[in-house]
């Protein structure tokens, strides 16, 4: 085999990316990003945080390298100081925001929906009276 084949070969792979689709998280992951996207989902975020995973989608793996330079600081002040280091890994992956963002949006939409049946069923309650009922001889006069 030439030289210039054998070099052609060790760097066939050095500048491949990974697929957006071969990102398939373990069940631990998972966990993890299913927590992440509930609370983002609970504190009404969805689009917010939507709308900045797509932003910065091209830098995702920058975003997971500073993760990693800011943990020594993050386990002075998490509680699960191992939970960022495992979101890091999993934002080192090329599809990892694709899946987060899909996760969030199917989170929003079931929640969405939940809120729009419950409404849908309610029945509007009773108006109560104030604490304090007027008298009949009392005016809005000064």
């Known amino acids: ?9 060790r760097f066939k792979h050095a500048f491949a990316f990974e697929k957006i689709e071969d990102f398939d998280p373990d069940e631990r992951e998972q966990e993890l990003i299913e927590v992440v996207c509930q ?8 689009t917010p945080a939507t709308l900045f995973l797509e932003s910065t989608r091209p830098l995702n793996y920058v975003g997971s390298q500073t993760m990693v330079f800011f943990e020594p ?19 080192e992956h090329r ?16 929640r969405s929906s939940k809120r729009s049946a419950s409404k849908k ?4 309650p009773p ?9 009949p001889d009392e005016t809005n006069s000064p």
């Open 1 to 9: 085999m030439s030289l210039r084949k054998q070099l052609a070969e």
């Open 39 to 46: 609370e983002v989902v609970k504190r009404g975020m969805a």
């Open 73 to 91: 600081v993050m386990r002075a002040v998490l509680r699960q100081p191992d939970a960022w280091k495992r979101f890091s890994k999993i934002l």
């Open 95 to 110: 599809g990892s925001i694709e899946y987060l963002c899909r996760r969030i949006e199917a989170l929003d939409q079931a």
């Open 121 to 124: 069923g309610s029945i509007d």
């Open 127 to 135: 108006e109560q009276e104030s604490e304090h009922p007027r008298k």
